[in-house]
């Protein structure tokens, strides 16, 4: 069984939404992150930098923190979504998200949807930078069925649930068709739908 520290944010539901694809039983703790519970001493001896989500596999006894290496850890113990023939791929769009797509848009979160009117220049500088990323994955999209190749991968996990923010990017995602369509396809799949609203049944998956 899996425990699942996590709260309702893109980090989080990466991690739920992992979990219903593989179809592994998982429990969820939340972790109250307005009320500062990362903090907490117990909390930091399994998360170090203080940040959700993180795993603990009581089977095996292992925790693991970082995304990112969640996912790793889940698609290696499933043998789902992490082809080996594919995996310097998957690797690179996974990375490219950890360090680029969800740090981005997460400071145009910031910026522009909750403290807009502070500061002119961030809200310029992540406005544009999420405008590119939504571009550059179109792009990427345009030949392409999903971000590593013709298969939904752990890359595919990362960032979806990034662009699932698109409304508070305001950058108009059905202008982008190869991003849209893979969009689309994903908020199909059961447990996308499923992990999406781990922490509020009632949430749904917005439409482009
Ligand atoms: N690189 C980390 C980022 C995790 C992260 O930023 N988590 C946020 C919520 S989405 C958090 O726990 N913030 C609380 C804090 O930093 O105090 C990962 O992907 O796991």
Same mark, same amino acid.
């Given at each position: 069984m899996i425990e699942l520290f996590s709260a309702n944010t893109p980090n989080g539901k990466k991690i739920s939404i992992m979990l219903e694809e593989i179809g592994y039983e998982y429990k969820v703790t939340k972790v109250d992150l307005g009320k500062g519970e990362q903090f907490k001493p117990e909390f930091k001896k399994i998360s170090p930098l203080s940040k959700i989500p993180? *795993?603990?596999? #009581?089977?095996?006894?292992?925790t693991v923190f970082e995304s990112g290496a969640i996912l790793i850890y889940l698609a290696e113990a499933s043998g789902m979504f992490y082809?080996?023939?594919?995996?310097?791929e998957i690797n690179?769009?996974?990375?490219?998200?950890?360090g680029y797509v969800g740090p981005m848009l997460g400071q145009h979160h910031q910026f522009h949807h909750y403290n807009p009117g502070k500061s002119k220049f961030g809200e310029e500088r992540f406005f544009k930078i999420a405008e590119r990323i939504y571009a550059e994955l179109d792009e990427r999209l345009s030949n392409l069925k999903f971000l590593s190749g013709n298969n939904y991968t752990i890359a595919d996990i990362?960032?979806?649930?990034?662009?699932?923010? #698109?409304?508070? #990017?305001? *950058?108009g995602l059905a202008n982008?068709?190869?991003?849209?369509?893979?969009?689309?396809?994903i908020s199909k799949r059961d447990a996308v739908i499923k992990g999406f609203s781990f922490m509020n049944k009632n949430e749904v998956i917005l439409k482009p």
């Open positions: 993180v *795993i603990i596999d #009581h089977k095996n006894n292992k082809d080996k023939q594919n995996r310097l690179q769009w996974l990375m490219a998200q950890m990362a960032t979806f649930p990034w662009i699932a923010r #698109h409304e508070w #990017h305001d *950058i982008y068709k190869n991003l849209t369509r893979w969009y689309n396809d």
